[in-house]
């Protein structure tokens, strides 16, 4: 009978002489295991380190933030979320992992809370707020549990306001990138422009979900279910990518032909934009570069939503706050409308 070790970390390094060994540790950072998986001597050397480690005091924050790592709710989280949450769950611990959770029914506790974001948010507002949101989220998940007498982060409101209003790519800006940026980069462009959705959920779109008209695909944040019919632009970049991506199982893939990692293509992503002068833009921008031009060829808030799998007040705060409030597109179409009607003739007056 297999049993299974809970916590045991694998890590496979590459000797000299070109070959791989795997090595096995009883948890990430502790100490490493004799013998081969499953051998009695793996058992014996799992158990010996199992308990000679520290447990954790009862009673303390530290047992909420396990439970909350080991829960339902977090493993929904996407793979890279659940690595940032570790991140912030460990930094949080090691602040306040010994704080009594009775402690918490004292008023003078989120003050506590709070003064430490201030500290985090010397350095970067950004991190701080992230940090706190993954903190608030696990007292939460507490408190509504019974582990926890209340959630004292519960509204605490942001430090860091991200404006991303002049963050709309030009098409000054595509015709520089597909001119200067390597070719297997285009398509994610054209993507991204046409389809409205998220760098993640392109990176996963396979063949399967293109049937020459139209793209179907589940947002992996949202669980949205869209059905893009595709622009004959990215259905010619699609189509001429098909002939030569015969054995891909994803759309977009490396120059080498293999599906790319998040963080891989990342890198690529702003390598490409460097080389090609753009500026002060990101993938993501391009969502919402695709709303702006959606809502310029004078799509409708629901035909937009439709398309890009936002709800209908996401797309109106895009619309109202991020975008279109400073597009001279926008402006000057307004202008021409109010000139076609002031030039009609035969208008009645009021």
């Keep these: 009978m297999r049993i299974k070790l809970k916590g045991v970390n694998r890590v496979s390094k590459r000797l000299a002489d070109g070959s791989t060994v795997t090595y096995f540790y009883a948890w990430k950072g502790g100490p490493r295991l004799d013998g081969k998986p499953g051998s009695p001597e793996f058992v014996a050397s799992y158990n010996a380190a199992v308990a000679t480690r520290k447990a954790r005091p009862t009673g303390t924050l530290a047992t909420i933030l396990d439970a909350f790592e080991s829960s339902s709710d977090f493993s929904t989280l996407a793979a890279r979320s659940q690595a940032d949450y570790k991140k912030h769950l460990r930094s949080i611990a090691a602040e306040f992992g010994d704080f009594p959770i009775e402690a918490l029914h004292d008023r003078r506790t989120r003050g506590e809370f709070l003064a430490w974001r201030d500290r985090l948010a010397v350095s970067s507002r950004r991190n701080a707020d992230y940090r706190f949101a993954v903190f608030a989220r696990a007292l939460a998940w507490a408190a509504d549990r019974g582990l926890t007498p209340l959630n004292p982060l519960e509204r605490i409101g942001r430090l860091y306001r991200a404006s991303r209003a002049d963050a709309v790519w030009t098409d000054a800006d595509e015709a520089a990138f597909l001119a200067k940026a390597p070719a ?97 833009l990101t993938f993501h921008d391009l969502r919402g570069t695709a709303v702006t031009r959606l809502a ?32 001279p597109a926008m402006a000057a179409s307004a202008i021409r409308k109010l000139e076609t009607r002031t030039k009609t003739p035969n208008r009645t007056p009021n």
């Design 296 to 327: 310029l060829a004078g799509c409708s808030v629901p035909e937009i939503a439709t398309i890009t799998g936002h709800s209908l007040r996401d797309v109106g705060v895009i619309l109202d706050s991020h975008y279109l409030s400073r597009d």
């Design 184 to 280: 297997h980069l285009h398509l994610a462009l054209l993507l991204a422009l046409w389809t409205g959705q998220r760098q993640g959920d392109l990176l996963r779109l396979t063949w399967s979900a293109y049937d020459g008209r139209i793209i179907r695909l589940k947002q992996n944040k949202t669980g949205a279910r869209v059905s893009i019919p595709v622009g004959e632009p990215l259905r010619i970049a699609l189509d001429a990518a098909a002939k030569v991506k015969k054995d891909a199982v994803t759309i977009l893939t490396t120059e080498a032909g293999f599906t790319w990692t998040e963080s891989g293509f990342r890198a690529s992503w702003r390598k490409a934009c460097a080389k090609a002068g753009v500026e002060g």
